[in-house]
């Protein structure tokens, strides 16, 4: 593995906007969990009629819309769990593909991407 090429100071920038992102994933699935627990409450009711609007998303949809995003912000949050450990590591910012430095502007939108933007293009053409 490559040793990043990145200084202390742009280290520590990327940190500390990955320990950002980490809190409000940590805080959104904490909301998502609520929602959740509430579906499943409304589940357990059983149909109710008299608040049945048949216009409205039905239950089940909302459950797997939360459940949805509930997945995604796991995965995200192994990303951004991964991303801190290789700052860590000093192995930040490096393609690893390639083995190059990950361009800048590239890190600053996804700063737990693992792949440069070359080999991002080439890992979606697949
Ligand atoms: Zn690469």
């Not at 149909?47 to 998303?57: F, K, L």
């Not at 390639?98 to 991407?113: H, K, Q």
């Amino acid at each position: 593995m490559a040793t990043s090429r990145l200084s202390d100071t742009t280290l520590e920038h990327f940190a500390d906007l990955l320990r950002k992102r980490r809190d409000e994933l940590v805080e959104m699935m904490r909301s998502n969990d609520d929602a959740l627990a509430q579906v499943r409450e409304s589940l357990g009711e059983g149909t109710n009629d008299d608040e049945h609007d048949p216009e409205g998303p039905t239950m089940s949809d909302e459950w797997s819309k939360l459940t949805g995003l509930q997945s995604e912000g796991e995965a995200e949050l192994r990303e951004v769990d991964a991303a801190l450990a290789r700052i860590e590591a000093r192995e930040f910012g490096m393609c690893e593909s390639c083995g190059n430095a990950i361009g800048r502007p590239r890190l600053e939108a996804r700063p737990y991407t693992t792949l440069c933007i070359d080999c991002a293009r080439k890992a979606e053409a697949r």
